[in-house]
């Protein structure tokens, strides 16, 4: 050996010393569940759609958010985003965006003419789809990128049911419904109009449906009993609402009053005011806390001018348009109750918005259907007691929106997918969910959420012009990039930088990290500050 | 529509690297190809804060000098963690000599490289607060003031570590160490005095002098490289904590380092000869007790006998910001 002197061993290097076997317990990387994600009723996948987002991979992030949901630039528009309650941003500043990207994406989409993939093989089993509102078109097109036929009956004379006959234009612009109705239909899809199934189970057996998917909506306005002069003019919201889809607008004169507290309520009050009306007044029996109206519904409509009466009900209603009018009060358990006191309104028409039944003359004669309060009861797979007639939407008890009814639509397919293929579809384990207290929010720069713009009040309270408007492609991109990504690696390189022992392998991008356990102690360092909690500790077991 | 000029997390600097940024924008950390100048393996502590900021001062240096670098180490843990014969962790050029006489080596060095003719490779002297601010002193204030061609790099952990924590002059005041125990009137260091290494190397007026910490690791770097660029004796001072000393759990290091920054008690800043030029301003200013409750070594402020103590403590840190303006221009970055 020729070594210089005083030395008698070769230079080793430290990678001889396993510093692993140190470790008492060691770091894995995990997927959790973003609240977002876990809130939305349409399942979609919130954070990986928004990641590409933040790329600036529009085309990429749409195709992700599509996957669950077909209908984006629909629900960026009338979604009431349960996500940006839930999203963790709300507690560091302000929620992100989520709606509004959504619907620059579903934008961005029609404008660039993007298409859905055809289904890669037909199975050659035909579905019924019973309804062309947002359940049944969403479950039409699920089914057909399934590689099922799928038909859809629908009553009406145009697709999109309440999107279409139950909210206004001022929402949701009609050539933005009909652009993503077609979309859906692009694939392959028959829609048969104007045709009204009165029996399932004949339709089904004349056009030999292998199963149905049953979403016929809530359609039949719900009465009160109010005394009422014989020339009394009083009409019903879904009545006046689907009246404005048509060439005679209904006539509600210049004072309208509204009797109801829900967003029907308040839509018709709204769209009074447009159609001229000086007055329009809802009148509610119970408090502004109690209103089952989403709060910024009722701010927007008392910006357009729109009165509410709280906790009065109306008693009656004489022929030259008096309605007397009983003061409520809430009792101990939150419940109005008469006072006695009484006064008059003037009122040139009453519009009752007092909720909706479902029309359930379709499923006379099936067997073994379970109905309660006016619902078809559904089992967890969206199947209804008769073996291979699902239903989702607002005929079974939800919610009722637009959002629930596409979730239920996607949902009850890939029941229907599977129980056409002889099995049962089991949804994988969700993952743990991502907690605020599970991020390190230093990592995350102040910045506020973008606002839309709105439009001027003067117009919003004169035309039918949509009054939210779009972001822009840097608005969109910034407020896509104020995701925290929670829960889930967006590879910030953090775990692979504090390392004090070189113990994480960059694996390149979009391959995330790998940790190497023969070096790492299992210090922690990497879990506590990973910005989006996507790193746990677990004990070793030895 | 108004556009905001805020930056934000997402292509952001606060973290080690982002996939949104342009390659040469990321950190020297975030590279798959950084040189991991002290590589796995070494014995150093779980979380040990000095293992972390010689990789990161030691990667940065690589890259700005190309990779033509020789790193002389002082006696102290960096030393005998890295290096137990016959293995070595350092992947460059590496010498180790005495305790007190790392500056003095590096100088050597460096004289050396210009007689040889290599004149593009470059040197780094470092030490531990121990090896630096006490047994090195005399040894570096030659070396500043003969304006030697040498980084001098201090990695501060304020205490003497590798021997079992004994107090250095860079310990703080109030801090319990093995040999300055927290019983008595006066529980823990001396208080009232003390040496701050970075202010009298700015005192010699060298062409640069700059604190850095292993919470920001972009400033780190970039003061690093900065130094790199410039000939002549530099001096960066580099706060590491180390959690067996401090009595912190290992997994707070960065955490324990952040707060050290953001209560203003390490104070973030660069001088060019002999004039502040540069301050990090605090992002989000803390008590300093968010800091000292996270080590044992502070245990005895928050009984009886330390009363008074955390508000002299607090003093010196509001004297800290006052003095660099740390809360001037007091933006959002990143």
């Known amino acids: 050996m020729d070594k210089p002197f005083a030395i008698t061993l070769d230079v080793g290097s430290s990678l001889a010393n396993k510093t692993g076997s140190w470790r008492t317990s060691r770091p894995v990387y995990v997927d959790r569940l973003p609240p977002c994600n876990h809130a939305c009723p349409a399942g979609e996948n919130i954070q990986s759609w928004l990641y590409h987002a933040e790329a600036g991979d529009y085309e990429a992030a749409w195709r992700v958010l599509t996957r669950d949901n077909p209908l984006p630039a629909i629900m960026g528009r009338v979604c009431y985003h349960p996500c940006e309650t839930a999203c963790n941003r709300g507690q560091l500043d302000e929620s992100v965006g989520i709606n509004s990207v959504e619907r620059f994406l579903g934008d961005e989409a029609l404008k660039r003419g993007w298409r859905f993939e055809p289904p890669a093989r037909e199975s050659g089993k035909r579905v019924l789809v019973v309804g062309a509102g947002p359940s049944g078109l969403a479950a039409a097109y699920h089914l057909r990128l399934f590689g099922h036929a799928v038909t859809i009956i629908e009553a009406g004379p145009l697709a999109g049911g309440m999107m279409r006959f139950g909210i206004p234009k001022y929402r949701l612009p009609r050539d933005v419904l009909d652009a993503e109705v077609q979309r859906i239909l692009d694939l392959g899809i028959e829609l048969r109009l104007n045709r009204k199934v009165s029996n399932i189970l004949e339709t089904m057996e004349q056009d030999r449906f292998d199963a149905a998917f049953l979403a016929v909506g809530a359609h039949i306005a719900k009465r009160a009993f109010i005394p009422a002069g014989s020339a009394a003019h009083m009409l019903d919201a879904i009545a006046v609402l689907r009246g404005m889809e048509g060439e005679d607008k209904p006539l509600l004169g210049r004072r309208v009053v509204v009797y109801g507290g829900g967003n029907t309520a308040l839509d018709v009050a709204r769209t009074a005011k447009r159609l001229g009306a000086s007055d329009a007044i809802v009148v509610y029996r119970r408090t502004r806390e109690k209103m089952p109206a989403h709060d910024f519904e009722v701010e927007e409509a008392l910006q357009e001018g729109v009165l509410i009466k709280w906790l009065s009900t109306i008693r009656n209603m004489a022929d030259a348009g008096t309605l007397t009018v009983e003061k409520m009060r809430l009792d101990d358990k939150g419940f109005p109750q008469p006072t006695g006191e009484f006064e008059t309104l003037e009122t040139d028409s009453l519009v009752l918005a007092l909720g909706q039944d479902v029309d359930l003359s379709l499923l006379y004669g099936v067997a073994d259907l379970v109905i309660e309060h006016g619902v078809v009861q559904v089992g967890a797979n969206m199947m209804t007691g008769h073996p291979g007639i699902f239903a989702g939407g607002d005929m079974v008890p939800s919610e009722r929106t637009v959002t629930v009814a596409v979730g239920h639509g996607k949902k009850a397919a890939r029941h229907i997918d599977a129980w056409l293929r002889g099995g049962s579809y089991a949804p994988l384990p969700a993952h743990k969910l991502a907690p605020f207290e599970s991020l390190n929010p230093w990592y995350y720069a102040d910045a506020p959420k973008t606002a839309r713009p709105m439009l001027d009040l003067a117009r919003r309270a004169s035309t039918f012009d949509e009054i939210v408007a779009g972001l822009d492609e840097s608005t969109a991109l910034f407020e896509a990039r104020r995701c925290l990504s929670c829960g889930n690696c967006f590879e910030c390189d953090n775990c692979y930088g504090v390392c004090p022992d070189n113990a994480v392998i960059k694996l390149g991008p979009g391959k995330r990290f790998e940790f190497n356990y023969d070096y790492c102690k299992g210090c922690g360092i990497c879990v506590a500050e990973c910005p989006c909690g996507a790193i746990e500790m677990i004990p070793e077991t030895i | ?334």
């Open chain 2, 1 to 334: 529509m108004e556009l905001q000029t805020v930056k934000f997390y997402q292509t952001g600097t606060f973290t080690v690297g982002n996939r949104l940024l342009a390659e040469d924008e990321r950190s020297v950390q975030a590279n798959m190809d950084r040189t991991n100048s002290l590589n796995s393996g070494h014995r150093a502590c779980q979380g040990c804060g000095e293992a972390l900021g010689a990789r990161y001062a030691i990667d940065a240096a690589m890259r700005a000098t190309n990779g033509e670098l020789i790193a002389v180490n002082a006696t102290g843990c960096l030393e005998v963690f890295s290096t137990p014969y016959p293995e070595t962790s350092w992947k460059i050029p590496w010498i180790h000599s005495l305790f007190g006489n790392a500056a003095a080596v590096a100088s050597g060095v460096a004289a050396a490289m210009r007689v040889k003719g290599t004149p593009g490779v470059r040197v780094v002297a470092q030490g531990g607060d121990g090896g630096t601010t006490d047994i090195g002193f005399g040894c570096l204030s030659g070396m500043f003031e003969r304006n030697d061609d040498v980084l001098y790099i201090c990695y501060d952990n304020e205490a003497y570590m590798n021997t079992g924590v004994q107090r250095s002059s860079a310990t703080p005041p109030a801090a319990r160490t093995a040999t300055t125990p927290a019983v008595g009137r006066e529980p823990g260091n001396v208080f009232g005095t003390g040496k701050n290494v970075p202010l009298i190397a700015m005192a010699h007026s060298i062409p640069y002098v700059a604190t850095a910490s292993v919470a920001n690791l972009r400033d780190l770097e970039r003061k690093v490289a900065k130094a790199m660029e410039i000939a002549g004796a530099r001096y960066v001072h580099i706060h590491v904590p180390c959690p067996l000393g401090w009595g912190s759990l290992p997994a707070d290091t960065i955490k324990v380092a952040r707060l050290a920054v953001e209560s203003g008690l390490f104070p973030l800043f660069e001088v060019e000869y002999g004039e502040i030029t540069g301050r990090t301003p605090i992002r989000r200013k803390v008590p300093v007790t968010d800091y000292l409750r996270l080590q044992k070594r502070f245990a005895h402020l928050f009984n009886v006998a330390g009363e008074g103590r955390v508000a002299q403590i607090q003093a010196i840190a509001d004297r800290n910001i006052a003095k660099f303006g740390l809360l001037e221009e007091a933006r959002t970055h990143g």
